[in-house]
């Protein structure tokens, strides 16, 4: 939702991009999870990489999401 109204942009106008109903895009807001397909298809209309949020809200190894170091050559 934050993406969207950064963008000035409606409910209404993202269910005419998707598309579907103003009172679906509602109910994908209140979902606690959404599938990869749904979540690429927002990237796409949006313009909004969510799938690199998400990968940097991971941490796997306890780096913190800091990129491993590469020895020196």
């Known amino acids: 939702m934050e993406v ?3 963008q000035g942009h409606s409910a209404r ?3 005419e991009q998707l598309p579907c109903e103003r ?3 509602y109910n994908i ?3 606690s999870s959404i599938g990869t397909d749904l979540l690429f298809r ?3 209309v949006l ?3 969510f799938f690199k949020d998400l990968s940097e ?3 796997l190894d306890g780096r ?3 990129p491993e170091a590469r020895p020196e050559e």
Do not use: M
Request: avoid cysteine.
């Open 64 to 66: 913190g999401g800091q």
């Open 42 to 44: 927002l990237s796409e």
């Open 13 to 15: 106008w993202l269910g």
């Open 29 to 31: 807001f209140k979902r």
């Open 57 to 59: 809200e991971l941490d």
């Open 47 to 49: 313009g909004h990489d």
């Open 4 to 6: 969207l109204e950064a």
């Open 23 to 25: 009172s679906n895009v």
